[in-house]
């Protein structure tokens, strides 16, 4: 099974912060990478599909980018409603796994 | 609109067998492959089981082969999940997910979208 590591687990910024999340492979998967947002007590929702194909309706302000082993999400403005977990997952093989998640905290 | 609705979760004893049912609506429900995630109270997703369009092809996490079943029918957009011999370790939030995707020449790239509500099951006894 191909294991995913997120990092940092968790991290406080600012609104208007720049923010970088990065998603680790435990082998190459090309650009079969997905990322996903879930707000406490709700279902996750996909920001990002295929390493750094924009989601329709979701904000420009996010951005994917990385292939191989090594991927980023980057959130260029943090806004309050980017509060929330933040999911990889790969979709290269079966079965599909995720990272463990990093928390996006308010400082 | 496309929507997942999950029903089935409730408590059960270990060892018991419960049955979920996620209803689609909003698209063509046969012409994807469907999913269940779960999710462990404060833990990270865990993708559980999925099915070809038309039920032919079925996957597993080890974890769960030869207890859990995943089918459909559809005819009424419907996916289900077969739970039995129950463990503590498999209470979670339960969701449905439509596997969206496109293929570009030989590739073809799938996520998770949209996601149903989630049912909460709980073993225990």
């Known amino acids: 099974d191909i294991q995913m590591t997120q990092s940092p687990s968790s991290l406080s910024a600012s609104v208007g912060d720049r923010v970088t999340l990065t998603c680790r492979a435990s082998q190459r998967i090309s650009n079969y990478l997905n990322w996903y947002q879930q707000k406490p007590g709700k279902a996750p929702k996909v920001l990002i599909y295929?390493?750094?194909s924009l989601q329709s309706g979701v904000p420009s302000r996010f951005s994917g980018s990385g292939s191989g082993t090594d991927f980023t999400l980057t959130i260029s403005s943090l806004q309050p409603e980017d509060f929330a977990t933040y999911y990889c997952?790969?979709?290269?093989?079966?079965?599909?796994?995720f990272g463990q998640g990093t928390k996006v905290e308010i400082k | 609109e496309v929507q997942l609705v999950e029903s089935g979760g409730g408590l059960v004893q270990p060892g018991g067998s419960l049955r979920l049912s996620c209803a689609a609506s909003?698209?063509?429900?046969?012409?994807?492959?469907m999913s269940w995630v779960r999710q462990a109270p404060g833990k990270g997703l865990e993708w559980v089981a999925n099915?070809?369009?038309?039920?032919?092809?079925?996957f597993y996490v080890d974890d769960v082969k030869g207890r859990f079943t995943i089918s459909r029918d559809n005819a009424k957009n419907s996916l289900y999940l077969q739970m039995n011999s129950l463990r503590a370790e498999d209470t979670a939030v339960y969701y449905c997910?439509?596997?969206?995707?496109?293929?570009?020449?030989?590739?073809?790239?799938?996520?998770?979208?949209?996601w149903g509500q989630g049912t909460l099951v709980t073993v225990s006894s």
């Open positions: 997952q790969q979709s290269y093989s079966t079965p599909r796994t």
């Open positions: 909003g698209f063509t429900f046969s012409t994807n492959w």
């Open positions: 295929a390493a750094s």
């Open positions: 099915i070809k369009e038309d039920g032919s092809e079925k």
């Open positions: 997910a439509r596997e969206a995707g496109y293929c570009s020449g030989v590739r073809c790239y799938f996520w998770f979208d949209p």
